[in-house]
Nanobody, 128 residues
């Protein structure tokens, strides 16, 4: 059973940067499609970014394109979300999620229902 743990959240000023690690345990992250999602107060959870098992395919929500970057470190069994030029509207609880890449129909998509394993989430607050 894959376990995911997010870290790196906190308070940052507008225009600042944060990097969120998603550390995996129980299996190798290379076997999974990994997604990052966020949920702001009073809003539905939305997809932010995803990466396929090799990292060759990535996908981003329009709201974060050009500012966020997803990457993998196989040696550390970790997937990262680098967030630059942060805006107050990026404030949310960020969660990483995984789904085995060999399951039928699995691709790098920002759809919550595809993902089978979820981290507990971490708060990111962008405010001056």
């Amino acid at each position: 059973q894959l376990k995911l743990v997010e870290s790196g959240g906190g308070l940052v000023q507008p225009g600042g940067s944060l990097r969120l690690p998603c550390a995996a345990a129980g299996s190798t992250v290379d076997y999974y499609v990994i997604g990052w999602f966020r949920q702001a107060p009073g809003k539905e959870r939305e997809g932010v970014s995803c990466t396929d098992k090799r990292g060759a395919v990535t996908n981003y929500a329009d709201s974060v394109k050009g500012r966020f970057t997803i990457s993998r470190d196989s040696a550390k069994n970790t997937v990262y979300l680098q967030m630059n030029s942060l805006k107050p509207e990026d404030t949310a609880v960020y969660s990483c999620a995984a789904v085995p890449s060999l399951w039928p129909g699995v691709t790098c998509v920002l759809t919550t229902r595809q993902y089978s394993s979820w981290g507990q989430g971490i708060q990111v607050t962008v405010s001056s």
